[in-house]
Protein backbone atom coordinates (compact mmCIF):
# COMPACT_ATOMS: atom_id res chain seq x y z
CA UNK A 1 0.00 0.00 0.00
CA UNK A 2 1.10 3.54 -0.86
CA UNK A 3 0.93 6.59 1.61
CA UNK A 4 -1.09 8.33 -1.15
CA UNK A 5 -3.73 5.63 -0.15
CA UNK A 6 -3.57 5.59 4.19
CA UNK A 7 -3.93 10.13 3.53
CA UNK A 8 -2.20 11.97 5.83
CA UNK A 9 -4.16 11.96 8.76
CA UNK A 10 -4.56 7.84 8.25
CA UNK A 11 -0.48 8.17 8.79
CA UNK A 12 -0.44 10.83 11.69
CA UNK A 13 -2.92 7.83 13.50
CA UNK A 14 -0.12 5.74 12.85
CA UNK A 15 2.59 7.43 14.21
CA UNK A 16 0.64 8.34 17.16
CA UNK A 17 -0.17 4.27 17.69
CA UNK A 18 3.57 3.81 17.70
CA UNK A 19 4.64 6.63 20.01
CA UNK A 20 2.47 7.24 23.10
CA UNK A 21 3.11 10.43 25.40
CA UNK A 22 3.31 9.47 29.04
CA UNK A 23 3.19 11.30 32.35
CA UNK A 24 2.43 15.45 32.45
CA UNK A 25 3.48 15.74 29.08
CA UNK A 26 1.23 16.49 26.33
CA UNK A 27 1.99 15.24 23.00
CA UNK A 28 0.84 14.72 19.36
CA UNK A 29 -2.62 15.64 18.29
CA UNK A 30 -2.52 19.76 19.15
CA UNK A 31 -0.97 22.89 17.59
CA UNK A 32 1.33 22.78 20.17
CA UNK A 33 3.09 19.71 22.77
CA UNK A 34 2.93 21.21 25.94
CA UNK A 35 6.15 20.55 28.45
CA UNK A 36 5.57 21.25 32.59
CA UNK A 37 7.88 23.32 33.61
CA UNK A 38 7.50 24.19 37.06
CA UNK A 39 5.06 27.35 37.25
CA UNK A 40 5.20 27.44 33.56
CA UNK A 41 4.82 25.33 30.65
CA UNK A 42 6.58 25.45 27.21
CA UNK A 43 4.81 25.05 24.10
CA UNK A 44 6.75 23.48 20.79
CA UNK A 45 5.72 23.49 17.22
CA UNK A 46 7.14 22.38 13.94
CA UNK A 47 6.00 23.48 10.46
CA UNK A 48 7.76 22.35 6.88
CA UNK A 49 7.29 25.28 3.91
CA UNK A 50 7.92 23.19 0.63
CA UNK A 51 8.38 24.47 -2.20
CA UNK A 52 6.00 23.80 -4.96
CA UNK A 53 3.48 22.61 -2.12
CA UNK A 54 2.55 25.31 -0.55
CA UNK A 55 4.54 28.14 -2.13
CA UNK A 56 5.76 28.38 -5.86
CA UNK A 57 9.00 29.88 -7.11
CA UNK A 58 7.73 33.49 -7.64
CA UNK A 59 6.96 34.63 -4.45
CA UNK A 60 8.41 37.41 -2.60
CA UNK A 61 11.29 36.12 -0.17
CA UNK A 62 10.66 38.65 1.83
CA UNK A 63 6.69 37.52 2.94
CA UNK A 64 8.17 33.67 2.54
CA UNK A 65 10.45 34.53 5.53
CA UNK A 66 7.63 36.38 7.63
CA UNK A 67 5.07 33.17 6.33
CA UNK A 68 7.05 30.86 7.27
CA UNK A 69 7.78 32.05 10.94
CA UNK A 70 3.77 32.98 11.05
CA UNK A 71 2.22 29.76 10.53
CA UNK A 72 4.16 28.50 13.80
CA UNK A 73 2.93 32.01 15.58
CA UNK A 74 -0.44 30.36 14.58
CA UNK A 75 0.20 27.55 16.50
CA UNK A 76 1.24 29.10 19.35
CA UNK A 77 -2.01 31.90 19.46
CA UNK A 78 -4.13 28.89 19.11
CA UNK A 79 -2.66 27.57 22.44
CA UNK A 80 -3.04 31.13 24.11
CA UNK A 81 0.81 30.72 24.58
CA UNK A 82 3.32 33.50 24.67
CA UNK A 83 6.28 32.73 21.72
CA UNK A 84 9.33 33.38 22.93
CA UNK A 85 12.48 31.20 20.71
CA UNK A 86 12.48 29.45 16.51
CA UNK A 87 15.10 27.32 15.37
CA UNK A 88 15.09 27.59 11.16
CA UNK A 89 16.36 24.81 8.76
CA UNK A 90 17.10 25.66 5.66
CA UNK A 91 17.20 23.44 2.97
CA UNK A 92 18.70 25.44 -0.52
CA UNK A 93 19.82 25.06 -4.02
CA UNK A 94 23.31 26.30 -4.54
CA UNK A 95 22.51 28.57 -7.52
CA UNK A 96 20.43 30.35 -5.43
CA UNK A 97 20.71 33.95 -5.44
CA UNK A 98 22.45 35.28 -1.90
CA UNK A 99 20.04 38.31 -2.21
CA UNK A 100 17.04 36.48 -1.96
CA UNK A 101 17.84 34.08 1.00
CA UNK A 102 18.90 37.54 2.51
CA UNK A 103 15.28 39.34 1.72
CA UNK A 104 13.77 35.78 2.94
CA UNK A 105 15.58 36.50 6.29
CA UNK A 106 15.04 39.86 6.51
CA UNK A 107 11.62 38.88 6.63
CA UNK A 108 11.84 36.34 9.15
CA UNK A 109 13.70 38.86 11.14
CA UNK A 110 11.19 41.29 10.67
CA UNK A 111 8.33 39.30 12.28
CA UNK A 112 10.44 37.64 15.00
CA UNK A 113 11.08 41.36 16.31
CA UNK A 114 7.13 42.42 15.81
CA UNK A 115 6.31 39.21 18.58
CA UNK A 116 9.50 39.07 20.17
CA UNK A 117 10.66 35.82 18.88
CA UNK A 118 14.60 35.31 19.49
CA UNK A 119 16.25 33.18 16.51
CA UNK A 120 18.61 30.50 18.59
CA UNK A 121 19.30 27.89 15.89
CA UNK A 122 19.18 25.71 12.76
CA UNK A 123 20.28 23.93 10.09
CA UNK A 124 21.30 24.24 6.59
CA UNK A 125 21.58 21.97 3.78
CA UNK A 126 21.82 21.37 0.03
CA UNK A 127 18.99 20.78 -1.56
CA UNK A 128 17.56 20.96 -5.51
CA UNK A 129 14.39 22.39 -4.07
CA UNK A 130 13.73 25.17 -1.32
CA UNK A 131 12.82 23.24 1.78
CA UNK A 132 11.64 25.57 5.44
CA UNK A 133 10.84 24.36 8.34
CA UNK A 134 10.70 26.26 11.16
CA UNK A 135 10.35 24.93 15.13
CA UNK A 136 8.91 27.59 17.44
CA UNK A 137 8.98 27.60 21.35
CA UNK A 138 6.68 29.43 23.54
CA UNK A 139 5.52 29.76 27.04
CA UNK A 140 2.39 29.99 29.41
CA UNK A 141 1.63 29.77 32.88
CA UNK A 142 1.45 26.40 34.21
CA UNK A 143 -2.34 24.81 33.01
CA UNK A 144 -3.05 27.68 31.10
CA UNK A 145 -2.93 26.42 27.59
CA UNK A 146 -5.98 26.27 25.64
CA UNK A 147 -6.18 22.76 23.96
CA UNK A 148 -8.33 20.60 21.26
CA UNK A 149 -9.75 18.00 23.47
CA UNK A 150 -11.16 20.04 25.70
CA UNK A 151 -14.60 20.86 24.16
CA UNK A 152 -17.89 19.92 26.07
CA UNK A 153 -21.58 19.28 24.52
CA UNK A 154 -23.46 22.61 24.93
CA UNK A 155 -20.36 25.00 23.95
CA UNK A 156 -20.68 27.92 21.69
CA UNK A 157 -18.35 27.81 18.66
CA UNK A 158 -16.99 31.20 17.76
CA UNK A 159 -14.15 32.14 14.67
CA UNK A 160 -12.10 34.94 14.48
CA UNK A 161 -11.90 37.48 11.57
CA UNK A 162 -13.35 36.38 7.99
CA UNK A 163 -13.23 32.78 6.56
CA UNK A 164 -11.79 31.87 2.86
CA UNK A 165 -10.00 34.98 2.41
CA UNK A 166 -6.90 33.74 2.03
CA UNK A 167 -7.94 30.93 -0.40
CA UNK A 168 -9.40 33.81 -2.27
CA UNK A 169 -5.80 35.51 -2.37
CA UNK A 170 -4.41 32.26 -3.19
CA UNK A 171 -6.59 31.84 -6.04
CA UNK A 172 -6.51 35.03 -7.41
CA UNK A 173 -2.24 34.62 -6.98
CA UNK A 174 -2.35 31.46 -8.82
CA UNK A 175 -4.81 32.73 -11.82
CA UNK A 176 -2.65 36.03 -12.44
CA UNK A 177 -5.95 38.34 -11.31
CA UNK A 178 -4.89 41.99 -11.22
CA UNK A 179 -5.93 44.00 -8.18
CA UNK A 180 -7.28 41.75 -4.58
CA UNK A 181 -3.83 43.60 -3.48
CA UNK A 182 -5.62 43.05 0.21
CA UNK A 183 -6.73 39.11 -0.31
CA UNK A 184 -3.31 38.31 -1.74
CA UNK A 185 -2.01 39.80 1.66
CA UNK A 186 -4.04 37.44 3.24
CA UNK A 187 -2.74 34.27 1.79
CA UNK A 188 0.64 35.46 1.68
CA UNK A 189 1.46 37.54 5.43
CA UNK A 190 -1.15 36.23 7.44
CA UNK A 191 -1.23 37.14 11.23
CA UNK A 192 -0.97 34.91 13.96
CA UNK A 193 -4.62 36.18 16.25
CA UNK A 194 -2.78 36.35 20.03
CA UNK A 195 -4.94 39.87 20.60
CA UNK A 196 -7.88 37.49 20.42
CA UNK A 197 -6.76 34.32 21.67
CA UNK A 198 -5.38 36.19 25.15
CA UNK A 199 -8.92 38.32 24.95
CA UNK A 200 -10.83 34.59 24.63
CA UNK A 201 -8.30 31.86 26.64
CA UNK A 202 -10.21 33.05 30.16
CA UNK A 203 -13.63 31.57 28.45
CA UNK A 204 -12.25 29.14 25.85
CA UNK A 205 -12.86 25.63 26.67
CA UNK A 206 -10.86 24.87 23.31
CA UNK A 207 -9.06 26.05 20.28
CA UNK A 208 -7.26 25.52 16.74
CA UNK A 209 -6.29 27.81 14.59
CA UNK A 210 -7.67 27.54 11.20
CA UNK A 211 -4.57 25.63 8.54
CA UNK A 212 -6.73 22.78 6.90
CA UNK A 213 -9.82 24.63 6.46
CA UNK A 214 -12.87 25.85 8.64
CA UNK A 215 -14.79 22.39 8.68
CA UNK A 216 -11.97 19.84 8.85
CA UNK A 217 -10.44 22.05 11.93
CA UNK A 218 -13.32 21.82 13.77
CA UNK A 219 -13.38 17.96 12.53
CA UNK A 220 -10.00 18.00 14.13
CA UNK A 221 -11.67 19.35 17.72
CA UNK A 222 -14.64 17.24 17.64
CA UNK A 223 -12.39 13.99 16.99
CA UNK A 224 -10.31 14.65 20.03
CA UNK A 225 -12.66 15.67 22.21
CA UNK A 226 -15.54 13.17 21.24
CA UNK A 227 -17.82 15.84 20.41
CA UNK A 228 -19.52 16.73 17.31
CA UNK A 229 -20.72 20.45 16.45
CA UNK A 230 -23.69 22.27 14.46
CA UNK A 231 -22.50 24.83 12.01
CA UNK A 232 -24.87 27.61 10.82
CA UNK A 233 -24.09 28.61 7.35
CA UNK A 234 -25.57 31.62 7.28
CA UNK A 235 -23.77 32.93 10.74
CA UNK A 236 -20.05 32.34 9.28
CA UNK A 237 -18.08 35.60 7.78
CA UNK A 238 -17.36 34.26 4.67
CA UNK A 239 -14.83 36.25 3.04
CA UNK A 240 -16.58 38.88 0.63
CA UNK A 241 -14.39 37.71 -2.72
CA UNK A 242 -16.97 37.05 -5.35
CA UNK A 243 -14.82 34.85 -7.49
CA UNK A 244 -14.24 31.77 -5.23
CA UNK A 245 -17.28 29.65 -4.18
CA UNK A 246 -18.38 29.67 -0.20
CA UNK A 247 -17.72 25.85 -0.20
CA UNK A 248 -14.34 26.67 -1.08
CA UNK A 249 -13.74 29.51 1.28
CA UNK A 250 -15.08 26.34 3.90
CA UNK A 251 -12.66 24.05 2.51
CA UNK A 252 -9.45 26.14 1.74
CA UNK A 253 -7.87 26.29 4.23
CA UNK A 254 -4.76 29.05 6.00
CA UNK A 255 -7.34 30.93 6.75
CA UNK A 256 -5.21 31.56 10.21
CA UNK A 257 -7.80 32.35 12.25
CA UNK A 258 -9.17 30.30 15.64
CA UNK A 259 -12.08 28.59 16.11
CA UNK A 260 -12.66 29.01 19.81
CA UNK A 261 -15.20 26.91 21.88
CA UNK A 262 -16.77 28.25 25.13
CA UNK A 263 -18.97 27.53 27.82
CA UNK A 264 -22.55 28.56 26.74
CA UNK A 265 -22.44 31.08 30.38
CA UNK A 266 -20.27 33.18 28.71
CA UNK A 267 -22.14 33.81 25.55
CA UNK A 268 -23.47 36.94 25.88
CA UNK A 269 -19.78 38.11 27.35
CA UNK A 270 -17.27 37.09 24.08
CA UNK A 271 -20.47 37.89 22.06
CA UNK A 272 -20.15 41.29 22.87
CA UNK A 273 -16.15 40.84 22.02
CA UNK A 274 -14.91 42.57 18.87
CA UNK A 275 -13.92 40.51 16.26
CA UNK A 276 -15.71 37.01 17.27
CA UNK A 277 -18.91 35.75 15.60
CA UNK A 278 -20.41 32.70 17.02
CA UNK A 279 -20.73 30.03 14.39
CA UNK A 280 -22.47 27.29 16.03
CA UNK A 281 -22.58 25.09 18.61
CA UNK A 282 -20.56 21.64 20.06
CA UNK A 283 -22.90 18.53 20.36
CA UNK A 284 -23.05 15.19 21.37
CA UNK A 285 -21.83 12.53 18.63
CA UNK A 286 -18.44 12.91 16.77
CA UNK A 287 -20.50 14.46 13.47
CA UNK A 288 -20.42 18.10 11.69
CA UNK A 289 -23.83 19.06 10.72
CA UNK A 290 -23.39 22.35 8.89
CA UNK A 291 -26.91 23.88 8.80
CA UNK A 292 -28.30 26.25 6.15
CA UNK A 293 -32.47 27.59 6.59
CA UNK A 294 -32.33 24.62 8.80
CA UNK A 295 -30.93 22.03 6.18
CA UNK A 296 -28.05 19.84 6.61
CA UNK A 297 -25.50 20.74 3.69
CA UNK A 298 -23.14 17.96 2.48
CA UNK A 299 -19.93 19.25 1.53
CA UNK A 300 -17.47 16.46 0.70
CA UNK A 301 -13.94 16.28 0.27
CA UNK A 302 -13.67 19.37 2.39
CA UNK A 303 -9.85 20.84 4.01
CA UNK A 304 -6.29 20.49 3.14
CA UNK A 305 -4.76 16.72 2.99
CA UNK A 306 -1.19 16.53 1.91
CA UNK A 307 -1.33 12.81 0.65
CA UNK B 1 26.21 36.35 -6.16
CA UNK B 2 24.73 32.63 -5.54
CA UNK B 3 24.81 31.07 -1.95
CA UNK B 4 27.49 28.50 -3.21
CA UNK B 5 29.78 30.96 -3.75
CA UNK B 6 29.00 32.05 0.01
CA UNK B 7 29.57 28.56 1.07
CA UNK B 8 27.54 27.05 4.02
CA UNK B 9 29.64 29.12 6.82
CA UNK B 10 29.20 32.48 5.05
CA UNK B 11 25.50 31.48 5.34
CA UNK B 12 25.60 30.56 8.86
CA UNK B 13 27.28 33.60 9.91
CA UNK B 14 25.07 36.03 7.88
CA UNK B 15 22.64 34.54 9.75
CA UNK B 16 24.00 35.31 13.08
CA UNK B 17 24.85 39.05 12.21
CA UNK B 18 21.05 38.99 11.77
CA UNK B 19 19.80 37.66 14.48
CA UNK B 20 21.77 37.94 17.81
CA UNK B 21 20.13 36.08 21.02
CA UNK B 22 19.90 38.53 24.15
CA UNK B 23 19.96 37.91 27.93
CA UNK B 24 20.62 34.64 29.25
CA UNK B 25 19.81 32.36 25.93
CA UNK B 26 22.60 30.74 24.25
CA UNK B 27 21.81 30.83 20.40
CA UNK B 28 23.49 29.69 17.20
CA UNK B 29 26.85 28.82 16.97
CA UNK B 30 26.75 25.38 19.29
CA UNK B 31 25.23 22.08 19.02
CA UNK B 32 22.45 23.13 20.93
CA UNK B 33 20.88 26.47 22.29
CA UNK B 34 20.52 26.78 25.75
CA UNK B 35 17.79 28.38 27.53
CA UNK B 36 17.63 28.62 31.34
CA UNK B 37 14.97 27.37 33.27
CA UNK B 38 14.57 27.38 37.45
CA UNK B 39 16.95 24.93 38.01
CA UNK B 40 17.56 23.31 35.05
CA UNK B 41 18.29 24.42 31.30
CA UNK B 42 16.54 23.26 28.60
CA UNK B 43 19.19 22.53 25.11
CA UNK B 44 17.72 22.26 21.77
CA UNK B 45 18.79 21.26 18.07
CA UNK B 46 17.37 20.40 14.93
CA UNK B 47 19.18 18.65 12.00
CA UNK B 48 17.72 17.75 8.84
CA UNK B 49 18.44 14.74 6.22
CA UNK B 50 17.68 15.11 2.82
CA UNK B 51 17.16 12.44 0.00
CA UNK B 52 20.46 12.38 -2.52
CA UNK B 53 22.40 14.47 -0.09
CA UNK B 54 22.83 12.61 3.13
CA UNK B 55 21.12 9.18 2.37
CA UNK B 56 20.38 7.15 -1.26
CA UNK B 57 17.00 5.34 -1.94
CA UNK B 58 18.19 2.49 -0.97
CA UNK B 59 18.89 2.91 2.27
CA UNK B 60 17.53 0.26 5.06
CA UNK B 61 14.24 2.63 6.29
CA UNK B 62 14.61 1.29 9.87
CA UNK B 63 18.25 2.46 9.89
CA UNK B 64 17.62 5.54 8.52
CA UNK B 65 14.83 5.81 11.20
CA UNK B 66 17.26 5.19 13.86
CA UNK B 67 19.85 7.57 12.10
CA UNK B 68 17.59 10.81 11.75
CA UNK B 69 17.20 10.48 15.86
CA UNK B 70 20.72 9.60 16.47
CA UNK B 71 22.61 12.66 14.90
CA UNK B 72 20.26 14.90 16.93
CA UNK B 73 21.33 12.84 20.15
CA UNK B 74 24.47 13.46 19.49
CA UNK B 75 24.15 17.22 19.56
CA UNK B 76 22.86 16.72 22.77
CA UNK B 77 25.80 14.17 24.11
CA UNK B 78 28.19 16.84 22.92
CA UNK B 79 26.20 19.51 25.56
CA UNK B 80 26.39 16.57 28.10
CA UNK B 81 22.81 16.91 28.22
CA UNK B 82 20.11 14.36 28.73
CA UNK B 83 17.61 13.98 25.68
CA UNK B 84 13.98 14.11 26.39
CA UNK B 85 11.75 14.96 23.67
CA UNK B 86 11.66 14.71 20.06
CA UNK B 87 9.49 16.56 17.12
CA UNK B 88 9.73 14.83 13.66
CA UNK B 89 8.77 16.60 10.75
CA UNK B 90 8.52 14.47 7.23
CA UNK B 91 8.22 15.34 3.65
CA UNK B 92 6.95 12.37 1.54
CA UNK B 93 6.51 11.75 -1.72
CA UNK B 94 2.91 9.71 -2.02
CA UNK B 95 4.09 6.85 -3.84
CA UNK B 96 6.36 5.77 -0.86
CA UNK B 97 5.36 2.19 0.27
CA UNK B 98 3.64 2.50 3.81
CA UNK B 99 5.66 -0.31 4.98
CA UNK B 100 8.67 1.96 4.19
CA UNK B 101 7.19 4.94 6.45
CA UNK B 102 6.63 1.60 9.08
CA UNK B 103 9.99 0.71 9.12
CA UNK B 104 11.53 4.17 9.47
CA UNK B 105 9.18 5.16 12.45
CA UNK B 106 10.11 1.44 13.93
CA UNK B 107 13.55 2.80 13.69
CA UNK B 108 12.98 6.02 15.16
CA UNK B 109 10.72 4.64 18.28
CA UNK B 110 13.25 1.94 19.06
CA UNK B 111 15.89 4.32 19.39
CA UNK B 112 13.74 6.76 21.06
CA UNK B 113 13.39 4.27 23.51
CA UNK B 114 16.73 3.33 24.43
CA UNK B 115 17.54 6.64 24.96
CA UNK B 116 14.59 7.35 27.12
CA UNK B 117 12.91 9.65 24.06
CA UNK B 118 9.24 10.88 23.62
CA UNK B 119 7.85 11.70 20.14
CA UNK B 120 5.58 14.67 21.02
CA UNK B 121 5.05 16.32 17.79
CA UNK B 122 5.89 17.05 13.86
CA UNK B 123 4.62 17.74 10.63
CA UNK B 124 3.46 15.86 7.91
CA UNK B 125 3.68 17.25 3.93
CA UNK B 126 3.51 16.06 0.61
CA UNK B 127 6.91 16.25 -1.71
CA UNK B 128 8.71 14.79 -4.14
CA UNK B 129 11.75 13.63 -2.56
CA UNK B 130 12.02 12.46 1.12
CA UNK B 131 13.31 15.29 4.23
CA UNK B 132 13.53 14.48 7.40
CA UNK B 133 14.29 17.25 9.94
CA UNK B 134 14.36 16.45 13.59
CA UNK B 135 14.04 18.53 16.26
CA UNK B 136 15.65 17.37 19.93
CA UNK B 137 15.06 19.14 22.99
CA UNK B 138 16.97 18.32 26.23
CA UNK B 139 17.90 18.94 30.16
CA UNK B 140 20.99 19.77 32.40
CA UNK B 141 21.68 20.93 35.32
CA UNK B 142 21.75 24.59 35.49
CA UNK B 143 25.32 26.10 33.69
CA UNK B 144 26.33 21.84 33.86
CA UNK B 145 25.99 22.05 29.35
CA UNK B 146 29.33 22.08 28.09
CA UNK B 147 29.70 24.27 25.36
CA UNK B 148 31.87 25.62 22.18
CA UNK B 149 33.41 28.37 23.14
CA UNK B 150 35.55 28.09 26.40
CA UNK B 151 38.68 26.35 25.28
CA UNK B 152 41.19 28.21 26.55
CA UNK B 153 45.16 28.16 25.74
CA UNK B 154 46.89 25.30 27.34
CA UNK B 155 44.00 23.01 27.57
CA UNK B 156 44.73 19.10 26.37
CA UNK B 157 42.37 17.94 23.23
CA UNK B 158 40.40 14.36 23.57
CA UNK B 159 38.82 12.26 21.45
CA UNK B 160 36.62 9.33 21.83
CA UNK B 161 36.68 6.23 19.90
CA UNK B 162 37.93 6.09 16.35
CA UNK B 163 38.19 8.59 13.40
CA UNK B 164 37.12 7.85 9.63
CA UNK B 165 35.36 4.45 10.15
CA UNK B 166 32.33 6.23 9.19
CA UNK B 167 33.25 7.53 6.04
CA UNK B 168 35.25 4.34 5.31
CA UNK B 169 31.26 2.69 5.86
CA UNK B 170 30.39 5.54 3.37
CA UNK B 171 32.85 4.47 1.24
CA UNK B 172 32.20 0.79 1.25
CA UNK B 173 28.64 1.31 1.02
CA UNK B 174 29.08 3.67 -2.44
CA UNK B 175 31.50 2.08 -4.33
CA UNK B 176 29.26 -1.61 -3.25
CA UNK B 177 32.45 -3.55 -1.82
CA UNK B 178 31.40 -7.24 -0.51
CA UNK B 179 32.10 -7.34 3.80
CA UNK B 180 33.39 -4.55 6.27
CA UNK B 181 29.85 -4.59 8.09
CA UNK B 182 31.22 -3.21 10.61
CA UNK B 183 31.81 0.51 8.52
CA UNK B 184 28.92 0.06 6.83
CA UNK B 185 27.39 0.06 10.64
CA UNK B 186 29.22 3.00 11.77
CA UNK B 187 28.08 5.12 8.93
CA UNK B 188 24.78 3.76 8.98
CA UNK B 189 23.90 3.39 13.01
CA UNK B 190 26.16 6.04 14.36
CA UNK B 191 26.20 5.72 18.36
CA UNK B 192 26.37 8.67 20.27
CA UNK B 193 28.84 9.08 22.96
CA UNK B 194 26.33 9.86 25.92
CA UNK B 195 28.26 7.32 28.02
CA UNK B 196 31.93 9.17 27.00
CA UNK B 197 30.23 12.83 27.40
CA UNK B 198 28.84 12.35 31.27
CA UNK B 199 32.31 10.89 32.16
CA UNK B 200 34.48 13.74 31.22
CA UNK B 201 31.98 16.39 31.39
CA UNK B 202 33.60 17.43 35.13
CA UNK B 203 36.74 17.97 33.73
CA UNK B 204 35.88 19.45 30.16
CA UNK B 205 35.88 23.12 29.00
CA UNK B 206 34.81 22.77 25.99
CA UNK B 207 33.07 19.97 23.56
CA UNK B 208 31.53 19.02 20.08
CA UNK B 209 30.83 16.19 18.29
CA UNK B 210 32.34 15.67 15.11
CA UNK B 211 29.78 15.77 12.49
CA UNK B 212 31.73 17.71 9.45
CA UNK B 213 35.22 15.88 10.07
CA UNK B 214 37.94 15.92 12.96
CA UNK B 215 39.76 19.01 11.85
CA UNK B 216 36.57 21.11 10.73
CA UNK B 217 35.21 20.31 13.97
CA UNK B 218 37.83 21.36 15.98
CA UNK B 219 38.22 24.53 13.85
CA UNK B 220 34.75 25.28 15.08
CA UNK B 221 35.75 24.71 18.79
CA UNK B 222 38.67 27.21 17.86
CA UNK B 223 36.67 29.81 16.18
CA UNK B 224 34.30 30.65 18.89
CA UNK B 225 36.91 30.30 21.91
CA UNK B 226 38.97 32.36 19.97
CA UNK B 227 41.99 30.05 20.28
CA UNK B 228 44.03 27.80 18.14
CA UNK B 229 45.15 24.05 18.02
CA UNK B 230 48.16 21.51 18.08
CA UNK B 231 46.61 17.88 16.68
CA UNK B 232 49.40 15.56 16.66
CA UNK B 233 49.17 13.16 13.45
CA UNK B 234 50.90 10.10 15.32
CA UNK B 235 48.28 10.08 18.50
CA UNK B 236 44.63 10.79 16.44
CA UNK B 237 43.10 7.05 16.51
CA UNK B 238 42.51 6.52 13.02
CA UNK B 239 40.25 3.80 11.87
CA UNK B 240 41.73 0.32 10.91
CA UNK B 241 40.01 0.45 6.98
CA UNK B 242 42.80 0.36 4.68
CA UNK B 243 41.10 1.71 1.17
CA UNK B 244 41.04 5.11 2.11
CA UNK B 245 43.37 7.64 3.24
CA UNK B 246 44.10 9.38 6.62
CA UNK B 247 43.13 12.71 4.80
CA UNK B 248 39.67 10.91 3.63
CA UNK B 249 39.25 10.16 7.68
CA UNK B 250 40.00 13.47 8.80
CA UNK B 251 37.50 15.32 6.46
CA UNK B 252 35.07 12.71 5.72
CA UNK B 253 32.97 13.57 8.87
CA UNK B 254 30.06 12.00 10.32
CA UNK B 255 31.92 9.70 13.01
CA UNK B 256 29.57 11.65 16.00
CA UNK B 257 32.70 11.00 18.03
CA UNK B 258 32.97 13.74 20.76
CA UNK B 259 36.31 16.44 20.75
CA UNK B 260 37.25 17.63 24.22
CA UNK B 261 39.68 20.27 25.70
CA UNK B 262 40.46 19.43 29.36
CA UNK B 263 42.36 21.52 31.72
CA UNK B 264 45.91 20.19 31.54
CA UNK B 265 45.75 19.81 35.24
CA UNK B 266 43.19 17.07 34.52
CA UNK B 267 45.58 15.00 31.80
CA UNK B 268 46.38 12.31 34.18
CA UNK B 269 42.75 11.74 35.25
CA UNK B 270 41.54 11.74 31.71
CA UNK B 271 44.07 9.93 30.26
CA UNK B 272 43.48 6.79 32.42
CA UNK B 273 39.69 6.98 31.35
CA UNK B 274 38.58 4.04 28.79
CA UNK B 275 37.85 5.44 25.09
CA UNK B 276 39.81 8.93 25.52
CA UNK B 277 42.84 9.97 23.06
CA UNK B 278 44.81 13.00 23.63
CA UNK B 279 45.46 14.23 20.25
CA UNK B 280 46.72 17.63 20.55
CA UNK B 281 46.88 20.97 22.77
CA UNK B 282 44.75 23.79 23.04
CA UNK B 283 46.91 26.98 21.54
CA UNK B 284 47.08 30.94 21.28
CA UNK B 285 46.07 32.19 17.63
CA UNK B 286 42.92 30.91 15.79
CA UNK B 287 44.89 28.46 13.55
CA UNK B 288 44.92 24.51 13.53
CA UNK B 289 48.55 23.17 12.90
CA UNK B 290 48.43 19.35 12.35
CA UNK B 291 52.00 18.12 13.61
CA UNK B 292 53.34 14.41 11.78
CA UNK B 293 57.05 14.23 13.36
CA UNK B 294 57.31 17.63 14.10
CA UNK B 295 56.53 19.02 10.84
CA UNK B 296 52.66 20.52 10.04
CA UNK B 297 51.05 18.68 7.72
CA UNK B 298 48.80 21.12 4.81
CA UNK B 299 45.14 19.36 5.08
CA UNK B 300 43.25 21.65 2.49
CA UNK B 301 39.25 21.68 1.40
CA UNK B 302 38.69 18.90 4.58
CA UNK B 303 35.47 18.62 5.78
CA UNK B 304 32.04 18.71 4.72
CA UNK B 305 29.98 22.05 3.64
CA UNK B 306 26.72 21.70 1.58
CA UNK B 307 27.17 24.72 -0.84
Known amino acids: MKIGEVGEFGLIKKIRE ?81 SWIEQFLMGFRDIALEYDVSLLGGDTTSSDKLYISVTLVGENERGKSVKRNTARDGDIVLVTGSIGCSYAGFVALRDGLEGYDEL ?20 ATAMIDISDGLIQDCLHICEESGVGMEIYWDKIPF ?29 EKVESMDGFTVIGEVKKGGRIEVLRGGKVVKIKDCGYSHF
Chains 1, 2 share one sequence.
Not at 47 to 57: I, P
Not at 68 to 95: E, H, T
Not at 185 to 203: G, Y
Open 18 to 98: LFRAEGSVWGIGDDCAILPYGDKELLITTDTLVQGVHFFEGVEPYLLGRKSLAVNLSDIAAMAGKPKWAFLSLSLDIDREL
Open 239 to 267: CGAEFISKEEMLCGGEDYELVVCVKSCFK
Open 184 to 203: KKRHLDPKPRFFEAFKVAPF
